[in-house]
């Protein structure tokens, strides 16, 4: 039995069915705006993609946790 994914992670794939992306285009939207805050990068996914605030919020998140893992990878 697989373990129940959590965190912003949990969100992807109502994201996906949302807003018809895989995850990976929104992971590279973000590239847009990568020297930004979390704040702005939220802001730019809900003003230039009509996103809602919690989605924008768990993508920023997980891409933010993900490059203070692997910081070699951006």
């Known amino acids: 039995m697989s373990e129940k ?8 794939p109502s ?4 807003y ?3 995850m990976e285009y ?5 590239t847009k705006v990568k020297t930004k805050t979390h704040m702005e990068q ?3 996914l809900k003003n230039e ?15 933010k946790a ?3 893992k692997w910081p070699s990878a951006n």
Do not use: D
Not at 26 to 30: I, N, S, V
Not at 49 to 61: C, L, P, S, T
């Open 5 to 12: 994914v959590k965190g912003p992670a949990s969100y992807f």
């Open 15 to 18: 994201i996906e069915e949302k």
């Open 20 to 22: 018809g992306k895989p």
């Open 26 to 30: 929104w992971f590279k939207q973000l």
């Open 42 to 44: 939220v802001a730019f």
């Open 49 to 63: 993609h009509a996103m809602g605030h919690g989605h924008a919020n768990a993508i920023v998140a997980y891409v």
């Open 66 to 68: 993900k490059a203070a």
